[in-house]
């Protein structure tokens, strides 16, 4: 039973360390000097470096590797930076730009509006209410002078008609009177060519 015991802390040991030793193999392969992120590169620096107390011994080359690797990665960034800096400022540029043509749009629409709500009548702008009541103030007004003038041109018309009746019938009574006057005239010229007659017979 001890045995056994032992057997199985041995067995647990050996795969732990095993586990731990090729984890930190694993860790060590993907770390380099080379490739990777600035991060793993000092990490691969400070591991495979040798150690002396409290210090850490570092080959000149390693550091001065780190050292290019660090400000390329800092130039990129930089790089990046500007890049990202310029990109935001023609997105500025932009929105001011369509902040400007919005702002004029808004104007053009308002006066639009404006224009649409507003009526233009013999070069006086007033509000569409007001240019109705005008317009049909107007129409009613000229309406009424119609009404008013066929009226009249229908009454001055039964007048003219009166009259010319009136003329018809005077007309022809002076016809019957002057007709009249002649016979009368002709009868009298008779007879007084009678009594000539008879006063050179006697």
């Known amino acids: 039973m001890k045995f056994f015991k032992t057997l199985l802390l041995t067995t647990i040991t050996l795969f732990t360390f095993t586990t731990n030793f090729a984890q930190e193999a694993d860790d060590n392969e993907k770390l380099s000097l080379n490739s990777g992120s600035i991060d793993n590169q000092f ?3 400070i591991r495979r470096s040798n150690s002396w107390q409290d210090y ?10 780190l050292k290019a690797h660090t400000i390329d990665s800092l130039e990129a960034v930089h790089k990046d930076l500007n890049d990202t800096q310029a990109i935001v400022e023609t997105q500025s540029k932009q929105i ?7 702002s004029n749009t808004k104007t ?4 639009t509006i404006a224009e649409k709500d507003n009526m233009e009548l013999f070069g006086i702008q007033m509000s569409k209410p007001n240019y109705s009541l005008v317009l049909w103030s107007i129409i009613g007004g000229l309406s009424i002078l119609l ?5 009249k041109f229908r009454n001055s018309n039964s007048v ?8 018809s019938e ?8 002057r007709r009249n ?22």
């Not at 053009?108 to 006066?111: A, G, Y």
């Open 147 to 151: 009404l008013l003038f066929i009226y």
């Open 96 to 102: 001011e730009d369509l902040k400007l043509n919005l």
């Open 108 to 111: 053009s629409l308002d006066n």
């Open 181 to 202: 006057a002649l016979e009368r005239e002709q009868k009298v010229r008779r007879q007084l060519q009678d009594m000539i007659n008879e006063q050179k017979k006697s």
């Open 170 to 177: 005077t007309e022809d009574e002076f016809e019957e009177h």
């Open 56 to 65: 850490k011994t570092v080959k000149k080359t390693w550091l001065y590797a």
């Open 43 to 45: 990490e691969y620096v």
């Open 160 to 167: 003219t008609k009166q009259a010319q009746l009136t003329l």
